[in-house]
């Protein structure tokens, strides 16, 4: 069951859609019967090595044809339309950068092929973006796995597209080019692009986003935001850690709620499992006052990104 939670994005720009997309390669199916909806600002694309993501991201560029459905962007199908281009960059996760040309080489080829009208100020803009300056008159060959990465987002912005799409974007960057880059994606976001970006690190995705799309096994497992997915997922229990002026006390009094499936008295102040996440904050407050206990934190434990997308891959 796919679990979808509304988006928080209110942003206008370029829309990407599939519609039953489903792809496979000989007997192994990629992708089952998936529809979706990206829109403007940044999300996030999760799953397991060998979800689909990737076929996904291809099949949005128009790279692969679906084998059902419809991939359309801003309402016009994205297989065997050259136009598409126009609008849409990719970063593929597989580097297919030639070595022995430079950055400044690399990026005006890709300015020239879109036949843009100034491709050396594109170029500069690009390279400026990425901030290659320094290092644009070297071989790629010469760049860290980083500086690379770079070059290649750059070629992918040079034509200011409206939709960028990265599969794995932060591979080999340090720390210092990750934060840049998730600024980088941050601004084009507030400038009102459509950002998707597929990546392993969790960390990264919670960061630069906390709307996400969850393939697991080919079929969409969830999408929204994942806080709002969270709330959605009533089958498994909410996690509290409640902190008081007595917590010995105030954990004997909640395990007589029937919203309370358990509480552990811990160190660090109650651990307590609910079944019923909207019944239990409401009876909190009344049974501390009525204990006269004072309450000085009440914290979700288990509404991050890595806790939301575990429970769905255990699905």
Known sequence: MTVVAESTSTARS????????SHWYGNVVAVNDITLTVGSGV???LGPNGAGKTT???????FLRPARGAVHLDGKPTWRDPEVYRKLGLVTERETVPGFLTAQEFVLSGAKLHG????????????GIVELEEAKDRRIST???GMRQRARVAAALVHDPSVLLLDEPFNGMDP?????????LHRMAGEGRTILFSSHILEEVERLSGTIQVI??????????YRHIRKLMTNRPSVYLVRSSNDRRLGAVLMGLDAVAGVELEPSGLQVRTSDHGAFTRALAKLARAEDIRLTAVQPRDESLENVFSYLVAQ
Do not use: C, F, N, W
Not at 14 to 21: C, H, I, K, S
């Open 216 to 225: 697991v096994a080919g079929r969409l497992a969830a999408s929204g935001h």
């Open 176 to 184: 210092r080019q990750r934060l840049h880059m998730m600024d980088l």
């Open 56 to 62: 996904v991201l291809h099949m949005m560029a128009g």
């Open 43 to 45: 999300t996030g694309l």
């Open 143 to 145: 760049y860290s796995k």
């Open 14 to 21: 370029a829309t990407v859609e599939l519609t039953g997309v």
């Open 116 to 127: 843009l009208k100034d491709p050396l100020a594109a170029t500069a803009r690009a390279i």
